[in-house]
């Protein structure tokens, strides 16, 4: 709620042309808070209330705002002041913006960059999406071996506003070849001897990813080893980039989105919810409606293999929602847990057999629960029962048991084949486990029947 605080006095600023209030509100809040507060503003009112600050600060804002509106104002604003602002983003921003707008925007965009950011939106939108070539800046402090710490402080000093980060300060050769790296804190320690060379003081146990390592690994990578920044290289070990750890972010979220979607079995949307066509959203949601259609169909197929079963005994179709339903749940209740423990690292493909005894134990105990429910609720849905251990009483509960019990292992082994094969283990989405499983319900809960009472 908070953000609408400032919307009346921005929009009546707006209306009278009130520049030294729009330029006292650029200045005197913090970006991330500016943008809050203008969140509830259009685009074009948002674009005027930016020309009231300096072009650093505009930058500064507009990186706080959602991609829906940052994009607006790429499309919509003036040409030569979009262009003037989109030349101060960082180059892994500027990249990932710019391929989203229309390529005849980009093309008049990219004729009023200056030469050095043209070439660099050029060299890393080249990169394959989804790579640590794509997710990289190339604003990073690079010193060469040879310079001595006083040199190399004053180096830095000199440059610090055009890196993105001077946690870490990357050393080079001559080539650029990645030869080590030293911190911001081992330079000022440094100073008590302030001609010793870096190649004397710098760490060559360096981390780095290769630039067409597949993103999500860098991310996991950085987690894993609490890094707030890692050098991307390419083949011949020529420092290409960095990425940092607010990229790391970035990059887990947007995994995490994937994966969010591909479990509610849906295709992963390229761009945002409300910028993606209804002709896209309806075949990137009715692709996997049309799979999961066609397991519900062959579900039916062989519920109708027992139709003379059912004619027979009527009460056993009371009992089959319960069954799919007990099956499809534990199943997709096991892929859940399988998918989020791989994308964390949690388990590996080598933990196979541990997963698969501790789901089957999970299963037993699960389906011996419901077995027991089962039981209790046949006693009231199964007619002319002579006394409780009538054959007939166990139809249910035990169906329920190994019908959970096939619903774990199938969640959790299937993740498993996909992780193996290469796959993105959330592909076998919760649902396309719950139809695999229904089928199996099915099969076992008439043949269950069929040996009991038949």
């Known amino acids: 709620m908070i953000n609408t605080l400032y919307l009346p006095e921005l929009r009546e600023m707006l209306e009278t042309h009130n520049s030294q209030g729009l330029r006292d509100f650029c200045e005197a809040i913090h970006p991330a808070r500016a943008a809050e507060f203008m969140a509830g503003l259009t685009s074009e009112e948002a674009w005027e209330v930016l020309q009231h600050g300096d072009n650093e600060l505009r930058v500064d804002i507009f990186s706080y705002f959602g991609k829906v509106k940052q994009l607006e104002i790429l499309e919509t604003q003036a040409i030569e002041q979009v262009a003037e602002m989109v030349a101060e983003l960082p180059p892994d921003d500027r990249v990932d913006l710019l391929q989203e707008i229309s390529p005849q925007r980009l093309e008049l965009l990219l004729s009023l960059l200056p030469i050095e950011e043209r070439r660099d939106f050029q060299r890393l939108s080249q990169y394959p999406e989804g790579t640590a070539g794509a997710v990289m800046t190339t604003e990073?402090?690079?010193?060469?071996?040879?310079?001595?710490?006083?040199?190399?402080?004053?180096?830095?000093?000199?440059?610090?506003?055009?890196y993105e980060t001077i946690y870490y300060l990357y050393i080079v050769?001559?080539?650029?070849?990645?030869?080590?790296?030293?911190?911001?804190?081992?330079?000022?320690?440094?100073?008590?001897?302030p001609e010793t060379k870096l190649y004397e003081i710098m760490d060559t146990d360096l981390i780095t990813v290769d630039a067409l390592d597949h993103q999500e690994d860098v991310a996991n990578k950085v987690a894993k080893m609490d890094l707030l920044a890692i050098p991307v290289v390419d083949n011949q070990h020529k420092m290409l980039g960095i990425i940092t750890h607010d990229d790391v972010i970035d990059v887990l979220r947007e995994e995490a989105t994937e994966d969010a979607h591909r479990i509610g079995a849906v295709?992963?949307?390229?761009?945002?919810?409300?910028?993606?066509?209804?002709?896209?959203?309806?075949?990137?949601?009715?692709?996997?409606?049309?799979?999961?259609?066609?397991f519900a169909l062959l579900t039916a197929i062989a519920i109708q293999e027992y139709e003379d079963q059912i004619e027979k005994w009527v009460w056993l179709a009371l009992f089959i929602p319960l069954v799919i339903s007990s099956g499809g749940n534990s199943g997709s209740q096991s892929a859940t847990l399988i998918i989020t423990a791989l994308s964390r690292g949690h388990i590996t493909l080598s933990d196979w057999l541990r997963v698969v005894v501790r789901e089957l134990m999970m299963g037993l105990l699960l389906g011996a629960g419901l077995a027991t429910m089962g039981y209790c609720a046949s006693i009231f849905f199964v007619?002319?029962?002579?006394?409780?251990?009538?054959?007939?009483?166990?139809?249910?509960?035990?169906?329920?048991?190994?019908?959970?019990?096939?619903?774990?292992?199938?969640?959790?082994?299937?993740?498993?084949?996909?992780?193996?094969?290469?796959?993105?283990?959330a592909m076998m989405s919760t649902p396309f486990v719950a139809g695999i499983v229904d089928i199996l319900g099915i099969l076992i809960y008439f043949n269950v029947a069929i040996r009991f009472i038949g």
């Open 140 to 162: 990073i402090a690079k010193l060469s071996e040879l310079l001595t710490i006083r040199e190399a402080l004053n180096e830095i000093a000199r440059q610090s506003e055009d």
């Open 173 to 193: 050769d001559d080539e650029d070849h990645l030869r080590g790296l030293v911190s911001a804190r081992q330079l000022l320690t440094g100073m008590k001897h």
């Open 267 to 294: 295709e992963p949307l390229d761009v945002s919810y409300l910028r993606t066509s209804l002709l896209t959203l309806t075949w990137k949601r009715g692709i996997w409606l049309a799979i999961l259609f066609f």
């Open 383 to 425: 007619p002319d029962h002579v006394a409780l251990l009538n054959a007939t009483m166990f139809v249910v509960p035990l169906t329920l048991l190994l019908v959970v019990m096939c619903g774990t292992l199938t969640g959790s082994i299937l993740p498993l084949v996909f992780e193996k094969l290469g796959w993105d283990p």
